[in-house]
C-alpha cells in the first residue's frame, strides 16, 4: 500500500465534544482505525465523511454494533498494523498482556483503547500506541478523582518500513483558551524508534 495518512482515535462517547473537528477535514486523511466506542451514528457519519475507509473495533460500549470485531488488522508499508478497544485485556492495559496480544496477531504496531490517556511506547522490537480519547470521554478507572482527561488523537504516516506519528492534544491554559499541541514519534521496524502504555484480540486484516 502506498503511503497516506491514517487517523487513529477512540473512546468517542460524547459527540458534541469532538473539538478537534476543525482539524480534520475530508481528502487529507486515507484511512481511519476507530478503536471502539463510537456509540453513535452522527459521529460515525461524520467520520465516514473525512475518510470513506473506516475500520471500526467494537468497544465495551457498543452495545448497538454486536457484529464489529473485537480487533482488526491493516497493512501500511511493510507494517502490520492490529488495533483493538482493549477492554478484552487482562489486566487492562497491562504491557505483557498487550505484547502477547501483539504477538498472537503477528503485527509489528499494536493500538488500544480504553484507557483515553494516550501513550506510545516500543517494547521488544514492537510499537504500541493509546491515541486517548478524542473528545476527552471521563474514565474513572485510569483517571485520579478531580483529573480532567486531555482530549487526545493520533496521524500515522507510514513509508517503507517507518511510521511517523504525530499526537494531537487539546490543552486548556490558565484562562481558560484552548490550543492544539502536537508531538512527534517515529517507529522503525527492526531498528531504533519510539515513544510512553496498553490491549488486544484478533479478527480480520485489511489492507
Known sequence: MSSRLVLVLGDLFI?????FKKL????????????????DKETYDFLRGIAPDLQIARGD???????????????????????THGHTLIPPGDADALLITARQMDVDVLLWGGTHRFDAYELEGKF????????????????????EPTPSFCLMDVQGDVLVLYVYQLRVDANGAENVGVEKVSFRKNGNGGGGGGGGSNNGETS
Open 128 to 147: 504500541f500506541v493509546n491515541p486517548g480519547s478524542a473528545t476527552g470521554a471521563l474514565s474513572t478507572a485510569w483517571w485520579a478523582e478531580g483529573e
Open 15 to 19: 459527540p458534541d465534544r469532538a473539538a
Open 61 to 83: 460500549f457498543d452495545v448497538d454494533a454486536p457484529n464489529l470485531p473485537l480487533s482488526k488488522i491493516v497493512s501500511h508499508g511493510g507494517l502490520r498494523i492490529g488495533f
Open 24 to 39: 480534520l477535514t475530508p481528502g487529507k486523511i486515507g484511512q481511519i482505525l476507530c478503536l471502539g466506542n463510537l456509540t
